[in-house]
């Protein structure tokens, strides 16, 4: 406490309280009476609770990076609950399976545009964002298996130009209209290599393959009004005559010793 010399405050003003100091003149009254060291250090009396460490971001450091025989970065059972940021942009191969990230935000790996090989196998992924692969124009082998994925939101896989090897295999998907989207995407894409599309849900489709549930979906329409496809509807086949038949886009035919390719 500071009371000026000079003026009548401090030459005439007296205590009320506290008792102990009742009636002394204010300019009499030492600082040390009226509050404690640690007060006058804090005059506002606030506890300055220390700050809680913050939490690092998760990042690649938790991870350990191979360069042979790629470039890998190796972030397997690091108990991630989602894709750790600052990658190595020039990772060829990313394993992040056997961790507990249970979505994919957009633009998760739009730093690590040279990506070729990515493992996200045993996550409990439940959802994708339709732009969570955006920028992996080369990637050519991504693994989501062993996840908790019913479908594929429209343009998920879009940016996906190369891929080569799909793993499906060991999730609930469920055959209703919006399994669609991938079973025709891979359709289109007949170069890609995949596994493991099989109905898990409703209970009256499971065992049947994707192919076979959307076949069944488009037979209940009269074969006038299907606008896409309507010849392959037509055909009898099993499972592994169908993915035969979904492959014969180009035919190469040997005749008189000269090699004539048919599109159709």
């Known amino acids: 406490m500071q009371v000026p010399t000079n003026r009548n405050l401090g030459n005439y003003a007296k205590c009320v309280h506290p008792v102990e100091l009742k009636n002394q003149k204010l ?93 996200l196998n045993s ?20 693994d989501l298996s062993n996840n908790s994925l019913q479908n594929f939101e429209y343009g998920v896989l879009e940016d996906l130009y190369f891929l080569k090897i799909l793993w499906l295999r060991e999730n609930p998907w469920r055959c209703d209209y919006n399994i ?13 290599h995949y596994n493991g599309l099989e109905c898990k849900m409703p209970e009256e489709y499971k065992g049947w393959s994707v192919g076979k549930y959307v076949r069944s979906y ?26 035969r038949h979904k492959e014969q886009t180009v035919q190469t035919v040997k005749k008189h010793g000269v090699i004539v390719t048919v599109i159709g």
């Not at 996550?123 to 991504?142: H, Q, T, V």
């Not at 669609?180 to 890609?192: A, I, M, Q, T």
């Open 27 to 119: 300019k009499q009254v030492k600082a040390d009476q009226l509050c404690s060291e640690e007060d006058r250090q804090d005059p506002k009396n606030i506890k300055r609770e220390k700050p809680e460490p913050a939490k690092p971001e998760l990042d690649s450091s938790l991870c350990h990076m191979y360069v042979f025989p790629v470039t890998t970065l190796n972030c397997r059972r690091k108990d991630l609950k989602k894709v750790p940021g600052n990658i190595p942009p020039d990772i060829a191969k990313l394993d992040l399976s056997n961790n507990k990230i249970r979505q994919l935000r957009a633009k998760e790996f739009e730093d690590v545009s040279e990506l070729k090989i990515l493992n």
């Open 180 to 192: 669609h989207y991938l079973f025709y995407w891979l359709k289109h894409h007949y170069n890609v």
């Open 218 to 243: 488009y037979e209940e329409c009269p074969k006038d009004k299907l606008p896409v496809y309507p010849e392959t509807f037509d055909l009898d086949k099993d499972d592994e005559e169908w993915e």
């Open 123 to 142: 996550n409990g992924i439940a959802y994708i964002d339709p732009a969570a692969f955006s920028g992996l124009n080369n990637l050519e082998e991504l």
